[in-house]
């Protein structure tokens, strides 16, 4: 599983962060920062739960890559 972002469309809600804060982070401006593209599967709900609570949906998953 590869984790993707767009920063650019993010609106700083800081769901993800707050849901798999080993995964994402935000920066001065609140903007989503990937901290671990590819996390271990113990990490696979956490990373499901932002995707879905993302406010702008900027968080996919490839589950192929």
């Known amino acids: 599983m590869k984790i993707n972002v767009d920063r650019d469309a993010c609106c700083g809600a800081g769901q993800c962060a707050l849901l798999a804060p080993d ?3 935000q920066d001065d401006d609140d903007r989503v920062i990937l901290l671990d593209e590819r996390p271990g599967p113990e990490l696979d709900f ?3 739960e932002a995707m879905s ?3 702008t949906g900027v968080i ?6």
């Open 23 to 25: 995964v994402f982070g």
């Open 46 to 48: 956490a990373v499901q």
């Open 53 to 55: 609570m993302c406010p």
């Open 60 to 65: 996919w998953v490839d589950q192929n890559a």
